[in-house]
């Protein structure tokens, strides 16, 4: 515990590399990572998700589903021609006093607003999972059948 708190002194803070995604083992809670996963999970359940609003409102929410991600880029290809996106933003603009580049645009990650608590949670996480006590965590487990989604 001492040599990795020295050991994180002298590296500094953690920098998470590429986009920002979460770690395949989120929303794990190992012993010796509460702190960095209730900042984590704070930043998500506000910053993050009225980032995930904002863009939805602005129509450029991603989906999961490949039918409804064909017929949003279909809509956002039709609206460019018509020049409505500008409507839009007049629209959430109008009435409040809003800064126009804190706008959302249509390739942002509103998991950008939580990299650094992303960095401190991964960092800590392949720390303590390696551990005993956090062993059990990594374990997977079956979903019975009829729970699962279907493709």
Known sequence: MVWNRIRDAIYGPPQLEGPSILPPYFPVEPA???KHAQNLFQCIAKDATERARDMEKMGYGKSYYSEIEEERLKKLKEDAGNGERRNV??????GKDVDASKLPKPDDNPLDECRTFIAYYKRCCDRELKKKKNWILTEPYRVQEEYRYKK
């Open 89 to 94: 933003a007049e629209k959430v603009l109008k």
């Open 32 to 34: 010796g990572c509460e």
